[in-house]
């Protein structure tokens, strides 16, 4: 047993060293971090919320309210999450009282949304690492180091560095929006890749500026997040995906992202099916993107990365980098570099560009 305690220690001190280190790479200089545009309020109020949920204490509707305003979770609720969702699982996770009802939930919930539940039972096991976490985040630059990491599949513009940031506890996963949300367990779990993965989500934002209108449809929602996690993914993932004996603590999920990006020619000739059908068929247009929607997995990631790659390897990054703000021109780019490649290498027909072309037209001035 004792034996067992020591691996585990050892463990948890080797991954708290390893994530000082990654952020000590970018100490403070003549700016403090807490002169950027960083929100901890989120972070902070969830603390307070379930130190009284474990105590069994039931808080007030202020008490849920005041945490939902803050910046992170409000962007949240505001594009993706209900209130109630988040609410029943946190209390869940954290009310001795629901110690069975949480045992029946973890068994229940499958897919996506099964991820988050776990993520609160994490979080009130690892209250200290919270903490401490959140006091480094406060006494390193971490911004300016991944700010130029994102520049690097940026126009050659200047960029905002005081980008709206905002640390909360939601589940293991981040978001580009503005602001920019970040868990901070999920933030911690990225060990030596942070400041990359910092990087990732910066990039969305920045990108976003440029296309901004990306929610209004299943295709415009899908060729929108193909390109921009595409080329996002070069940051980070680029980073691990030559170099499998990065990133230990994500075996499982680097797994599912090879398979994935495996099947992307499979997937890239079913896209071009559909597009074919969306010109031939304007008028199912919100079917065949539904379809898009079902057929591309982990919301663009692999099939993008895919993508970007080939564009790269054929053309060069400069293409990429110049239509940031335009995803069809992602598409148009695609299909010029794997023509050029020739072979086996899944392309779109002329009909199916016809088609990214015709609503480039309606969004793009």
């Excluded at 001190?13 to 952020?23: D, E, W």
């Excluded at 970018?26 to 929100?39: G, Q, R, V």
Aim: hydrophobic residues 40%.
């Amino acid at each position: 047993m004792k034996q067992i305690h020591l691996v585990c220690f050892l463990s948890v001190f080797l991954a708290v060293l390893i994530f000082s280190t990654s952020l000590k790479a970018h100490p403070i200089e003549d700016k403090n971090i807490m002169d950027f545009n960083i929100d901890f309020s989120g972070v902070e109020k969830f603390l307070e919320l379930t130190a009284l949920l474990e105590k069994d204490q039931e808080p007030t509707q202020e008490q849920w309210d005041d945490m939902f305003d803050t910046p992170g979770y409000k962007i949240l609720i505001l594009r993706e999450f209900n209130k109630n969702f988040l609410i029943e699982r946190i209390k869940l996770a954290f009310m001795p009282s629901n110690e069975e009802a949480l045992k029946v939930k973890l068994k229940e919930e499958k897919g996506f949304w099964a991820k988050f539940l776990p993520h609160f039972v994490r979080a009130k096991n690892q209250r200290k690492l919270i903490e401490e976490q959140v006091a480094r985040f406060k006494s390193v630059d971490f911004i300016r180091a991944a700010v130029d990491e994102a520049r690097e599949f940026l126009p050659d513009v200047s960029l905002d560095e005081n980008l709206p940031l905002s640390f909360v506890i939601f589940g293991p996963d981040s978001r580009g929006y503005a602001p920019v949300v970040v868990d901070v367990l999920y933030a911690y779990d990225q060990g030596d890749l942070f400041i990359s993965f910092m990087a990732h989500e910066f990039h969305h934002y920045y990108r976003n500026q440029y296309f901004p209108f990306a929610q209004d449809q299943p295709f415009i929602w899908m060729i929108d997040q193909i390109q921009g996690e595409g080329i996002a993914d070069q940051i980070n993932i680029g980073k691990w995906f030559h170099d499998k004996n990065l990133y230990p603590k994500f075996a499982k999920r680097k797994k599912g992202y090879l398979e994935w990006y495996a099947k992307s020619p499979e997937i890239i000739r079913k896209m071009g099916h559909l597009f074919e059908s969306a010109y031939d068929h304007p008028e199912k247009k919100m079917e065949y993107g539904q379809q898009l929607r079902a057929i591309v997995p982990l919301s663009g990631h692999p099939t993008g990365f895919y993508m970007a790659n080939l564009i790269i390897e054929q053309l060069g990054k400069e293409p990429l980098v110049k239509d940031i703000g335009n995803p069809f021109a992602f598409f148009r780019l695609y299909k010029q570099a794997a023509d050029k490649k020739g072979g086996k290498t899944p392309t779109f027909s002329d009909k199916a560009i016809g088609f990214i072309r015709s609503l480039e037209k309606r969004y793009i001035r």
